[in-house]
């Protein structure tokens, strides 16, 4: 009998396939020697086999896949192949008696203390090592290797949570829909699955019963996961699936020619040229923190310039609103953020980080002018984290001095939605960052599961915060856009544009069905469907109240 599990749908589309659950983390092995009798040769022979072991199967997994994920799998592989590890482990079994996966994990426990004591660049390794030596203890244990398991078919990933190291390994080709027990909406896994196109469903704490090679069928819109689905479920996902390939050559309008600007979001310069070639008008978002991600250290103004370069080189004529560095709470950048504060969500973040580190923003400005100067591209800069007027007008001035007259702010702090007039006042257009404006308005952490009810764009008063925005925009002759993942549910785009949105920013991959609504609904009927979601009384209230209006939705499997 077909059993619906409930979760909340992050990553639209359906996917059906048989369950591969990510494998448990693999544990440190007791401290505990050989046994007097063992054989010792034999022993260092395992530690020899087991190494040599997983770096063909990371080669071979490099061989075989592509994009991020060859590249991550390329490192690890050349990693692996260092005989520093083994030949450390093969003494310790041998001097110390130790059972080669212990052997192993004191080894690699050596290199990873060096690496860290190296700082920089070097201790960002300490992360591919630690897999390496999971991988080597794996095999000689029996358990399963760590990270996401590939059947050789396509199938649905079942997890408690993905680390961002798992999900950029990631193949959309084998991965065709993501369950996951624990995230939010605004996660990581969540943000990635939609850049990915791949159908998924966060929140779910029914998945935690789901069982290797089960078939399900996951529905990324409503957030519902069917075990033992009928023969007519399988075959209505196979015909929502089809009805998916859609392509989108812009320009964003409604059915009646209101023009919507539809942007993509781009992490890195890689991202950039996947954007273009999804057709979208411009960037409306270009998180450059992404570029540098882990890094202990400031990157050269160079190499900023280089990395800009990269992305504006693709959008040679359209606009790239480039966003300074967000650094802080979930994105940690050492050089720039405190550590150890209690409360880093609402801590030094942002456009914040500049007041201790001013000369940090005054280069990468720097860098934008630069990279500006030698692309075609339109350059807008924002900065993240605004909330009042002061901190716009400062910001403003300071682009100004830069030589970046297009520059506005993100409004994803209630108090900068509330007074968004006075604050457009200094600012040349505003963009929502629905992510955090959520995050804020609702005083829910948005990486936190259980959180996931209140962790969504659809409640009533982020929508009320949105509208704010657009009254003061509207009140300065302003542009307002929005650039939070929001801007990739197709329902909800519809009521952000009779909110009176200009532009929405989203992952490439929801530019196509974003546009295929849009183009099918009039002005009035977003104004209509606005109304309904401002006025409803809960978030699943407005949902289902726009969805009924709007029976585009349902036809186009969305
Ligand atoms: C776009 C946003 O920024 P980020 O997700 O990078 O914090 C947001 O907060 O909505
Ligand atoms: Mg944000």
């Not at 040769?41 to 896949?65: K, N």
């Not at 005989?83 to 212990?102: M, N, Y």
């Not at 802080?328 to 409360?343: C, H, I, Q, R, S």
């Not at 959180?451 to 929508?463: E, I, K, N, R």
Request: proline residues 7%; aromatic residues 2%; negative net charge.
């Amino acid at each position: 009998m077909t059993v619906a599990l409930r979760g909340v749908g992050v990553s639209p589309g359906t996917g059906a396939g048989m369950v591969v659950t990510m494998p448990a983390p693999v544990a440190e092995p007791p401290a505990a020697g050989l046994s007097p009798a063992a054989d010792v040769e034999a022993a260092c022979a395992a530690v020899e086999a087991a190494t040599a072991g997983v770096q063909a199967d990371l080669t071979a997994a490099a061989a075989a896949a592509t994009g991020t994920s060859a590249e991550v799998l390329t490192v690890a592989a050349a990693m692996a192949a260092d005989p520093a590890l083994g030949a450390d482990a093969v003494r310790r079994v041998r001097a110390e008696r130790r059972t080669p996966e212990r052997a192993v994990w004191e080894a690699a426990a050596v290199v990873i203390d060096q690496l860290a004591a190296l700082g920089g660049y070097m201790a960002e390794r300490t992360r591919d090592v630690a897999d390496i030596r999971d991988r080597v203890v794996a095999r000689l244990t029996g358990v399963r290797p760590p990270g996401v398991p590939d059947p050789g078919r396509p199938f649905v990933l079942v997890a408690h949570d993905l680390a961002p190291a798992d999900t950029a390994t990631l193949d959309p080709a084998r991965v065709v829909a993501i369950v996951t027990v624990g995230g939010g909406p605004t996660s990581h896994t969540a943000i990635l699955a939609r850049s990915l196109g791949i159908p998924a469903v966060v929140a779910a704490p029914g998945a935690a019963g789901l069982a290797d090679d089960e078939t399900v069928v996951v529905d990324g819109s409503s957030g519902t996961v069917l075990r033992e689905p009928s023969a007519d479920d399988l075959a209505a996902a196979e015909r929502a699936r089809a009805r998916r390939d859609r392509t989108f050559s812009g320009p964003g309008r409604t059915a009646d020619g209101h023009r919507v600007q539809l942007l993509a979001n781009v992490a890195d310069p890689s991202g950039a040229r996947a954007a273009a070639d999804a057709g979208a008008e411009g960037v409306g978002l270009f998180r450059t923190e992404f570029c540098f991600l882990g890094r202990t250290e400031e990157p050269s103004v160079a190499e900023q310039v280089q990395a800009y370069r990269t992305v504006l080189a693709a959008f040679a004529g359209r606009k790239v609103v480039v966003r300074t560095l967000d650094a802080g709470a979930d994105k940690p950048l050492p050089f720039v953020t405190a550590e150890g504060e209690p409360n880093p969500a609402l801590g030094v973040r942002g456009l914040r980080t500049a007041a201790r580190h001013p000369e940090v923003l005054d280069r990468q400005l720097d860098a934008i002018a630069q990279a500006a100067a030698a692309e075609d591209a339109e350059v807008w800069v924002m900065a993240p984290m605004v909330a009042t007027p002061d901190e716009a007008a400062a910001f403003v001035a300071l682009c100004d001095r830069h030589g970046l007259p297009q520059a506005g702010v993100m409004v994803e702090v209630p108090a900068a939605a509330l007074c968004s007039g006075a604050v457009l006042a200094h600012a040349r257009f505003a963009s929502l960052g629905t992510n955090d404006l959520t995050q804020y308005a609702m005083a829910a952490d948005r990486e936190l599961a259980d959180l996931a009810a209140l962790s969504t764009p659809w409640q009533p008063a982020v929508l009320q915060l949105v509208a704010a925005t657009c009254r003061g925009g509207a009140d300065r002759d302003r542009p307002v856009g929005v650039c939070g993942e929001a801007a990739a549910d197709p329902a909800l785009a519809p009521v952000l544009v009779g909110l009176g949105v200009s532009s929405l920013s989203m992952t490439p991959r929801a530019l196509a069905d974003v546009a295929a609504v849009l183009e099918r609904v009039t002005l009035e009927e977003c104004r209509a469907a606005a109304a309904l979601a401002v006025g409803a009384a809960t978030a699943d209230a407005g949902r289902a109240a726009v969805r009924e209006a709007l029976p585009v939705l349902a036809e186009l499997g969305l």
